[in-house]
């Protein structure tokens, strides 16, 4: 079964600073999702990726998949206190088979 | 856009008495469905989807069930909750893209 890794599991970083988070793929990933949930909330979608080398962005977030589609990358540029939270990726199973599995989360925390 | 309705959004429930959370959609029709439950410092675990009425498939083997009664209900349920049963209860709902509802906290005392 495909499975999701995402890196660091916890990040801690100053206001003002970049960061990014990883998301590593056992199999092809056919679409890449990214969420931001807040302690004991719903997951707010952020951006989904489908195509190799895809790169998109909103406001200060940029995601990018790789031309293998294997690997996604989050990155904050300047981060802010309000990008606080746990940081989802997603994926549709492999041969498109509707189920929607994920990683376990980084947990993100900026300081001012 | 989707809009997704769970309730309630917060449970405390006995050892051993059932379970009912639903969850509704508008803005779409048929939908995919998920229930995905979130342990104390743990991922997201899918437990069921669905991809049409009456049509469930069930991820993990456990004590829960979930139906699809109609083309936008959701409803995940148990007969005799077990304490392990306690966690964050997501539905979601998607096509293209993947919305989640507010969540369900469920505690089994």
């Known amino acids: 079964s495909q499975e999701l890794e995402q890196s660091p599991q916890s990040l801690i970083v100053q206001e003002g600073k970049n960061l990014t988070i990883n998301c590593t793929s056992s199999?092809?990933?056919?679409?890449l999702y990214w969420y931001k949930q807040k302690y004991g909330e719903g997951l707010i979608f952020l951006m989904m990726l489908q195509k190799g080398g895809e790169e998109k962005s909103h406001e200060k977030i940029t995601a990018k998949l790789d031309e293998k589609k294997q690997q996604s990358s989050l990155h904050i540029t300047a981060s802010q206190p309000s990008h606080a939270g746990t940081y989802l990726c997603?994926?549709?199973?492999?041969?498109?088979?509707?189920?929607?599995?994920f990683g376990t989360g980084t947990r993100l925390q900026v300081f001012p | 856009s989707q809009t997704i309705h769970q309730w309630p959004a917060t449970l405390v429930q006995p050892v051993g008495s059932p379970l009912s959370l639903e969850c509704t959609v508008e803005g779409t029709s048929n939908p995919n469905l998920y229930w995905y439950r979130q342990a104390a410092g743990r991922g997201l675990q899918l437990l069921f989807y669905s991809v049409g009425i009456g049509q469930i498939s069930s991820e993990v083997p456990q004590n829960l069930s979930a139906s699809r009664p109609q083309d936008r209900q959701f409803i995940l349920s148990s007969k005799k909750l077990l304490l392990s049963d306690s966690g964050f209860y997501l539905c979601?709902?998607?096509?293209?893209?993947?919305?989640f509802g507010e969540g369900s906290w469920l505690t089994v005392v």
């Open positions: 979601a709902c998607g096509g293209n893209t993947i919305y």
């Open positions: 199999k092809t990933l056919y679409g």
């Open positions: 997603g994926a549709d199973g492999a041969y498109n088979t509707d189920k929607l599995i």
